[in-house]
């Protein structure tokens, strides 16, 4: 790992984080909506299954609501201002937005909504996100 | 330029780098697995792309892809070379998304677009992390 000569004062920017916390609680929102519709409404989606890259509607139901669940919770752990909360959420971000990208066709919008806020949250964390440092 | 490379806030670029070139990386190959394995997936045939098959569109996402992943995992080491080599492969999934565009218009607009970001970064904030 580079050593990076970063000033470690908070400074204004300090508010991305808090900013990528809730980005992440909405996402996972929307992820809950994606997914309970792909198992309970699964006529919403513009395709059936074997129009798909992988798996069927049904799983990618399951996956959207698990990645849903664990996406809000990294959100939430972002307010603690801890190193890993940060580092899983990037991680979790780019996931996603993999996931995504696979999904889109199901429901275009949907998934082009969500890999938005992915980039955005991979942008605030990883470059305003060693501001929000607490002194440990 | 003799400009000093003092660092800003604006370091974790490189990291930005880094991670959208693992997530470009991660797309390309699922494209690339599709061209090769699923191809009836897109929506033309071979006759509709302008140069190749879809069998090596998807070995050049696939290896593009591959290629991408290692590079993003060498910026977060830290390592100078990859962040030259990011803006060579990003510049290379932009052109090549470009040509296999009709293919599947979503994927490749979403490979044009986080390509751009990677070159962004890398250009504009590459210089800023000290070794």
């Known amino acids: 790992m580079a050593t990076i000569n970063n000033r470690d004062e908070v400074t204004g920017w300090v508010g991305w984080v808090y900013f990528a916390g809730f980005m992440m609680m909405i996402m996972g929102v929307f992820q809950l909506i994606?997914?309970?519709?792909?198992l309970l409404n699964d006529q919403f989606y513009v395709v059936t299954s074997k129009h798909l890259v992988a798996f069927d509607v049904t799983t990618w139901g399951w996956v959207q609501l698990l990645l849903g669940i664990v996406v809000i919770t990294a959100g939430m752990s972002l307010f603690s201002g801890r190193t890993w909360a940060r580092v899983v959420g990037v991680l979790l971000a780019s996931a996603n937005l993999v996931a995504q990208f696979a999904f889109?066709?199901?429901?275009p919008i949907w998934s082009i909504i969500m890999m938005v806020v992915d980039v955005l949250v991979i942008y605030a964390l990883t470059v305003h996100g060693g501001e929000a440092r607490i002194e440990d | 330029m003799a400009q000093t490379k003092t660092p800003t806030g604006w370091v974790g670029w490189v990291y930005f780098a880094g991670t959208i070139l693992l997530v470009l990386g991660g797309v390309q190959i699922i494209a690339g697995l599709v061209g090769i394995f699923k191809s009836d997936f897109y929506a033309v045939t071979n006759a509709g792309l302008i140069v190749f098959d879809f069998t090596t569109w998807g070995w050049a996402s696939l290896v593009v892809g591959v290629l991408?992943?290692?590079?993003?995992?060498?910026?977060?080491?830290?390592?100078?070379?990859?962040?030259?080599v990011g803006i060579f492969l990003a510049v290379l999934a932009m052109l090549e998304n470009f040509a296999f565009l009709n293919a599947y218009p979503l994927w490749s607009l979403i490979g044009v677009v986080l390509s751009g970001l990677i070159i962004y970064a890398l250009t504009m904030h590459g210089d800023e992390v000290i070794e």
Do not use: C, E, P, S
């Open chain 2, 68 to 84: 991408a992943m290692l590079t993003g995992l060498g910026i977060w080491a830290g390592a100078t070379w990859a962040r030259l």
């Open chain 1, 104 to 107: 889109v066709n199901a429901y």
């Open chain 1, 34 to 38: 994606a997914g309970l519709t792909a």
